[in-house]
């Protein structure tokens, strides 16, 4: 392949094959941004926020949101928002 993406914890570069596959894509890889390092870490926080999001999202179903007012951008914002937000 082109690219790699190598989610990568504390212990990745103690295996010796993992050492092996990064060293091999790097010599054969056409550019040097052809090898993407994530921690494990964001990618479990990606999922934490996006299971939050959708468990947030599920118990809102069936709540009536309040109209948007269009005529200025205070009142938008503060219609977002909610009324009880004081700049």
């Known amino acids: 392949s082109t690219q790699m ?4 914890d504390d212990s990745y570069f103690e295996r010796l094959w993992c050492n092996y596959e990064l060293s091999v894509h790097a010599k054969t890889a ?4 052809a090898m993407q390092l994530v921690p494990m870490w964001i990618s479990l926080w990606t999922l934490s926020w996006i299971s939050l999001y959708t468990i947030l999202n599920f118990l809102c179903i069936g709540q009536k949101a309040p109209p948007l007012d269009l005529d200025s951008r205070r009142s938008l914002f503060s219609s977002m928002v909610g009324s009880n937000f004081v700049p």
């Open 30 to 33: 056409e550019s040097p941004r």
């Open 5 to 8: 993406l190598v989610l990568w």
